[in-house]
T-cell receptor, first 113, second 112 residues
């Protein structure tokens, strides 16, 4: 089944403890992206990647890192999480950059205390 | 992005067609109309998109007016699982990062 997977789905952590949220797609998509969704603020793009080894900042990149060493994986790294990064995170992919037909993962609900 | 306007909410009877309108009067000639939905706290789900012609897939139909200033998403036989927030967007051809920006959407409640 074609899909985007994220792990973990739920995570409660403490301030400053490094964490990684994984994202993987099995559709051979070139483009991948990370969003966060907060009440009243809608979807906001964190980082995106047009292809392997090509990443760029979205609208809210502060406090996050990404890497794209393989086409299928696009992990989101929080080096020192803070409470304001408590949010619902979504990974998305599409066949190529330039397309708005994007496929989303199920989401990761992160709570930082 | 071209501005889109949707009703805040609507109810639909299970088994009946749900017709979701969207106004996009400022859309430019080469901008597509996309529809997504988001079931509570799940990942947004792509539904359909179109430019000028009507489009149909296994999920829905999209009817775009000839002047392209509005469109209607049709769910032909709504089920309880179609309860969700539906978003109509008309993103620019080349937006930085290809980011999706959703407005308020239409909250659709399918009732038994």
């Amino acid at each position: 089944e074609a899909q985007v997977t994220q792990n973990p789905r739920y995570l409660i952590t403490v301030t400053g403890k490094k964490l990684t949220v994984t994202c993987s797609q099995n559709m051979n998509h070139e483009y991948m992206s990370w969003y966060r969704q907060d009440p009243g603020l809608g979807l906001r793009q964190i980082y995106y990647s047009m292809n392997v080894e090509v990443t760029d900042k979205g609208d809210v990149p502060e406090g996050y890192k990404v890497s794209r060493k393989e086409k299928r994986n696009f992990p989101l790294i929080l080096e020192s999480p803070s409470p304001n990064q408590t949010s619902l995170y979504f990974c998305a992919s599409s066949i190529t950059g330039g397309l708005y037909e994007q496929y989303f993962g199920p989401g990761t609900r992160l709570t930082v205390t | 992005d071209a501005k889109t306007t949707q009703p805040t909410s609507m109810d639909c009877a299970e088994g009946r067609a749900a017709n979701l309108p969207c106004n996009h009067s400022t859309i430019s000639g080469n901008e597509y109309v996309y529809w997504y939905r988001q079931i509570h706290s799940q990942g947004p789900q792509y539904i359909i998109h179109g430019l000028k012609n009507n489009e149909t897939n296994e999920m829905a139909s999209l009817i775009i007016t000839e002047d392209r200033k509005s469109s209607t998403l049709i769910l032909p036989h709504a089920t309880l699982r179609d309860t969700a927030v539906y978003y109509c967007i008309a993103p620019p051809i080349k937006a930085a990062g290809n980011k999706l920006t959703f407005g308020g959407g239409t909250r659709v409640l399918v009732k038994p």
